[in-house]
């Protein structure tokens, strides 16, 4: 008998019907002997609901009492799913975040988890109840309602699990598992039996939006055993786990893209020790993110400066660098926002050489210009042209074998 | 320095301009120099549309579940109200029932308010902000969320009156205050300025449903005056507070009547000992409630037991009876569901003798036959024929002087 925290996400609760579907689900877990803590979300749409609300009565809502608004949101998921599955036959319980106590800090919209007291969880399981529980909220210590952002509802799953020294944190969401890339770029791409901790970090922060950044950073952490799975669809999901030696026979687990990127550069930039602080400085004081930071290596006395930013923030960039430039005696600024980066990912790297070089042979063949590269210990990242995207993933995931069964 | 607890219905608070609109009044009464709790229900709409979410799931939700999901209707409402008077620049902060520990007992969807710990709230008040808290709401001594039932915000706020000794309970409503009797009947019916609790309870359990009847027990226990005011209009209401010496002026206070009345009666049967159980026991069994009950004396051996029930319930009672009939040797059942009670309310009625000569003159002089009579301490109800109901509420309210102002 194993002990089973599933989350649900908005999607997969997003109507009353789903909500009977996954209660359903549920009820077939508990039946197969597994002790179920279940966590929900707001039904689709609801968060939305509610922040609209909020937006008429007031253009800059007090956090706190955005948090009280939001709050209900997973609230009426917990009622609901609770009475689906007694009216199933299958005893169950719901509690909001400040019930099993889930303390947070006091940042309201985006605390952050710093305890939680699952004796109630315990007690309910221990007399053969489901426990339904509200994600994305908690309460500070003095019992003031908080969340924990959008998506904060992994977090709190994984949090459970953490605890309750659960044997597997289940993710239901509207994908059924981590693809080597998305298959609407390359058909063939195959869903993974099983990824790394970092591995699946590197593929999430890179555009495979499947699991919050977050919640994977605090499994790997507290080393829950991480399921993303479909709820509408059956299958075994993807495993997500700490490194072990049966995985080294996969060199490259997947390849994430990222559509959204532009890139600045200034040219002709004097090389000197705190260059890159005075360029960078300015721009992350804008508020704009920035993602790779390259610096070649000068040539005679001045270098050149490349980073890449959200899309959006492009504009906004371009208006900073000039000024900038002109300060450190640079000689040109240029940029370009129709790139993409794409990325291979793979803890099997760090022991295999010559995944580089496939790489770039690779895309040399297709006659793909590498505008930019930065590597990790688990990541090799190219720069190309927009227009390339879809031939570069294509060749790539050939060129890796990664439609073959594997991993 | 005042401190008042006002309490806005569904209504009142039924859209984001309406909540915007409470936010005004609310910041006038503090920047007036008192001391606001603001007690608050869900939107008007709100409470239904949860419960139609919970009956696609089931048809008979889990009580402690229906509980968590109702509650969410007053979160709502007090998160953005908090809002809206922050935004305004008036200091104000939210609570649930949970967050107040407004500790019920656990009767799921019709709990009763065990005690109030008020600390926090005073703690508020004292640093100068409005304090806006859920109606209709409490925690048992588990932490689970029960509510009291509809209408359970009144009781809410008149609870946190009496714990917080305010100088006055406000219910604000769509109606500008407690009136002689319904001036769609009688278009000269005049807003009383005071009432007596005995008045009020004999008034809205006789269908002027201003205030809910738990609630005013509740300020009569408590000696918790009450206000009843509109909350689109100006005005000064009604003050229903514990009768005193300056109200003995008024004899008759006013006029209630129900329409919803239907009349049941046993002829000829046998006067023994235990005989009105026997007939009401069994219509009380099958879940009928039972209005006035009237027997008249004997003639010979045997005597006629009527009694009224709601019109709804007529034909079940009327299934009923003929059995209860024939058990009891009785001659004849008859009944009517064309009948309206009309009742004459005043505390002035115990000092002052006539008011029911009258009253049966003035229905003689019109023509109307009186059916049944049935009298209290602060009340005279009579029934009469349905067709009757404008013309007697009318003569008996210009009879009494009703229109003129006193009180």
Redesign the interface.
């Known amino acids: 008998m194993a002990l089973i925290v599933q989350k649900y996400g908005g999607t997969s609760v997003g109507t009353?019907e789903r909500?009977?579907h996954v209660a359903d689900k549920v009820k077939a877990a508990r039946e197969r002997g597994d002790d179920i803590v279940v966590v929900v979300s707001a039904m689709s749409g609801e968060t939305n609901r509610?922040v609209g609300?909020?937006s008429?009565?007031?253009?800059?809502?007090?956090p706190?009492?955005?948090d009280?608004?939001l709050?209900?949101g997973e609230?009426?998921t917990?009622?609901?799913l609770?009475?689906?599955l007694?009216?199933r036959g299958c005893a169950a319980?719901?509690y909001?975040g400040?019930?099993v106590h889930i303390r947070t800090d006091d940042a309201h919209n985006k605390a952050r988890i710093m305890a939680i007291n699952a004796e109630r969880v315990r007690q309910d399981l221990a007399a053969g109840r489901v426990v339904v529980v509200a994600g994305f909220q908690g309460v500070d210590d003095n019992?003031?309602?908080t969340t924990l952002g959008r998506g904060g509802s992994d977090t709190t799953a994984v949090a459970l699990a953490a605890e309750l020294q659960a044997d597997e944190c289940q993710i239901y969401t509207d994908v059924d598992g981590v693809y080597t890339t998305d298959p609407r770029v390359v058909p063939e791409a195959r869903r993974l039996n099983s990824i790394t901790f970092e591995e699946m970090l590197e593929m999430s922060s890179l555009g495979a939006k499947v699991l919050q950044i977050r919640s994977v950073e605090f499994a790997s952490k507290y080393n829950v055993k991480l399921r993303v799975l479909s709820s509408f669809k059956e299958g075994g999901g993807t495993l997500i786990q700490a490194e072990d030696d049966s995985m080294e026979q996969a060199v490259i687990s997947g390849i994430a893209f990222n559509r959204d990127e532009a890139k600045l550069t200034i040219l002709g930039v004097p090389d000197q020790p705190g260059i890159a602080a005075r360029i960078i400085s300015p721009v992350a004081g804008a508020g704009i993110e920035i993602d790779m930071i390259v610096q070649n290596i000068a040539e005679d006395s001045s270098t050149d400066f490349t980073f890449t930013v959200h899309r959006n923030d492009y504009d906004r960039a371009m208006d900073i660098l000039p000024g900038i430039a002109n300060e450190l005696g640079a000689r040109e600024v240029n940029g370009d926002d129709k790139i993409v980066k794409i990325s291979l990912v793979g803890v099997g790297m760090r022991s295999h050489a010559g995944i580089a070089s496939t790489m770039f042979d690779t895309l040399a063949a297709e006659g793909i210009n590498i505008r930019m590269i930065s590597t990790s210990e688990i990541k090799i990242s190219v720069v190309v042209d927009e227009k390339y995207l879809e031939l570069a993933v294509r060749a790539l995931h050939s060129a890796f074998d990664l439609e073959q069964a594997s991993a």
């Open positions: 009353v909500i009977s509610l609300l909020a008429e009565i007031c253009t800059r809502p007090e706190r009492e955005l009280v608004l709050s209900t609230q009426v917990i009622a609901l609770t009475m689906a007694e009216t319980r719901s909001t400040g019930q019992g003031n309602i």
